[in-house]
C-alpha cells in the first residue's frame, strides 16, 4: 500500500535524538552523506553501520518506519544490485551466455547497495525525529549566510519543507485514487508494459489536479494569513544548541579523526574476502 511508505513524516518519540538541534542533525546528514564516499574501505562500512544502527536504536522509531521508508528504491537496489554483479573482473563463477558473474561483481553490489541503505536510513533518521517546521527554521539558519549574495533563504527553506510535508499527502490521494479506479473495473496488474502505462492515465490527471488544487488553497491562506516572506517574521521556539548538541559533535569529530586514521594508514585493510 502506498499509505505505507513513510518519506518525510515525522514519528514524535522522546528520545535524546528528537530533542537534538535540528542544524546539527543536518549537518551531520551532510557528512554521513560525503562520508560515506570518502571512507569507503570494509573496516569504516562496518563503523558506518554501527553508528546507524546505534542511531536507530536511540531514536525509538520503530524498524517498520525505517522499511517503509526503504520501499520506494528497494527495485532500484535490486536493479543495481545485479547490474554491478555481471559487470565484476576476476574468475567467472557462473557464466550467463555472454555475462558472468563474479565475486567481485557480488562485492561491489553488495557495498553500492549497502551504501544506499545508509544514505536512505541517515535521511529518514532526520526526517522522522524533526517536525517540519523545525526543519525548515534550521535550513534557513544554514543558510543565512547566502542571504548576502542575495539568495532567498527563507524562501528556499519553505519550498523544501512542503515539498517534503506533501511527500505523504500525495501519496495518500495516489492510494485514493487507485482504488477509486479499480472499484470502477481499471486494471493496473495485467498486460504489457505499454497497456500498464497506459492505464496509469486515470491516475495521473486527477493527481495532478488535485495537487494544483491543494497548492492554490496553501497559496490562498498563506495570504490570508498575511504571509509576505521572511522579513520581520519571529519564532515561538528559537533555535539552540544544547549541552548534548555539544557532547554528540565532539562525538562526531572523534568518529572522523578514526576514519580518517582508517582511511591514511590503512587504506589496504581486507577484513573478510569474497575471493
Same mark, same amino acid.
Given at each position: 500500500?502506498?499509505?505505507?511508505? +513513510? *518519506?518525510?513524516?515525522?514519528?514524535?518519540? =522522546? #528520545? %535524546?535524538?528528537?530533542?537534538?538541534?535540528?542544524?546539527?542533525?543536518?549537518?551531520? !546528514?551532510l557528512f554521513l552523506i560525503v562520508g560515506i564516499f570518502i571512507f569507503d574501505n570494509q573496516?569504516?562500512?562496518?563503523?558506518?553501520?554501527?553508528?546507524?544502527?546505534?542511531?536507530?536504536?536511540?531514536? +525509538? *522509531?520503530?524498524?517498520?518506519?525505517?522499511? =517503509? #521508508? %526503504?520501499?520506494?528504491?528497494?527495485?532500484?537496489?535490486?536493479?543495481?544490485?545485479? !547490474?554491478?554483479?555481471?559487470?565484476?573482473?576476476?574468475?567467472?563463477?557462473?557464466?550467463?551466455?555472454?555475462l558472468s558473474i563474479t565475486w567481485n561483481g557480488i562485492s561491489n553490489g553488495a557495498f553500492i547497495c549497502l551504501r544506499l541503505?545508509?544514505?536512505?536510513?541517515?535521511?529518514?533518521?532526520?526526517?522522522?525525529?524533526?517536525?517540519?517546521?523545525?526543519?525548515?527554521?534550521?535550513?534557513?539558519?544554514?543558510?543565512?549566510?547566502?542571504?548576502?549574495?542575495?539568495?532567498?533563504?527563507?524562501?528556499?527553506?519553505?519550498?523544501?519543507?512542503?515539498?517534503?510535508?506533501?511527500?505523504?499527502?500525495?501519496?495518500?490521494?495516489?492510494?485514493?485514487?487507485?482504488?477509486?479506479?479499480?472499484?470502477?473495473?481499471?486494471?493496473?496488474?495485467?498486460?504489457?508494459?505499454?497497456?500498464?502505462?497506459?492505464?496509469?492515465?486515470?491516475?495521473?490527471?486527477?493527481?495532478?489536479?488535485?495537487?494544483?488544487?491543494?497548492?492554490?488553497?496553501?497559496?490562498?491562506?498563506?495570504?490570508?494569513?498575511?504571509?509576505?516572506?521572511?522579513?520581520?517574521?519571529?519564532?515561538?521556539?528559537?533555535?539552540?544548541?544544547?549541552?548534548?548538541?555539544?557532547?554528540?559533535?565532539?562525538?562526531?569529530?572523534?568518529?572522523?579523526?578514526?576514519?580518517?586514521?582508517?582511511?591514511?594508514?590503512?587504506?589496504?585493510?581486507?577484513?573478510?574476502?569474497?575471493?
Amino acid at each position: 500500500m502506498l499509505t505505507d511508505i +513513510k *518519506i518525510g513524516q515525522y514519528f514524535p518519540a =522522546n #528520545s %535524546i535524538l528528537h530533542k537534538m538541534d535540528a542544524r546539527f542533525k543536518i549537518v551531520s !546528514l551532510l557528512f554521513l552523506i560525503v562520508g560515506i564516499f570518502i571512507f569507503d574501505n570494509q573496516l569504516s562500512y562496518i563503523i558506518w553501520c554501527l553508528i546507524v544502527a546505534g542511531l536507530i536504536k536511540i531514536s +525509538k *522509531i520503530p524498524v517498520k518506519m525505517f522499511y =517503509n #521508508s %526503504i520501499k520506494p528504491i528497494i527495485w532500484i537496489i535490486l536493479f543495481t544490485f545485479v !547490474l554491478h554483479i555481471f559487470s565484476g573482473n576476476g574468475e567467472p563463477l557462473v557464466q550467463i551466455w555472454k555475462l558472468s558473474i563474479t565475486w567481485n561483481g557480488i562485492s561491489n553490489g553488495a557495498f553500492i547497495c549497502l551504501r544506499l541503505l545508509l544514505l536512505m536510513f541517515g535521511a529518514s533518521l532526520l526526517t522522522f525525529t524533526t517536525p517540519p517546521l523545525v526543519l525548515a527554521d534550521a535550513i534557513e539558519d544554514l543558510m543565512n549566510p547566502l542571504k548576502k549574495i542575495g539568495v532567498p533563504a527563507h524562501e528556499l527553506a519553505m519550498m523544501m519543507t512542503i515539498a517534503l510535508r506533501f511527500i505523504p499527502t500525495l501519496l495518500e490521494e495516489t492510494d485514493k485514487i487507485i482504488k477509486a479506479q479499480k472499484s470502477r473495473g481499471a486494471d493496473f496488474e495485467t498486460g504489457n508494459i505499454f497497456v500498464r502505462m497506459k492505464s496509469v492515465m486515470p491516475v495521473l490527471i486527477p493527481l495532478f489536479i488535485s495537487a494544483f488544487r491543494r497548492a492554490d488553497e496553501l497559496a490562498m491562506a498563506m495570504e490570508a494569513r498575511c504571509y509576505h516572506g521572511g522579513i520581520g517574521r519571529t519564532r515561538l521556539k528559537e533555535l539552540k544548541m544544547q549541552r548534548r548538541d555539544y557532547i554528540a559533535m565532539i562525538i562526531g569529530i572523534v568518529i572522523i579523526v578514526v576514519l580518517i586514521g582508517i582511511k591514511i594508514f590503512l587504506p589496504n585493510l581486507v577484513l573478510f574476502s569474497l575471493g
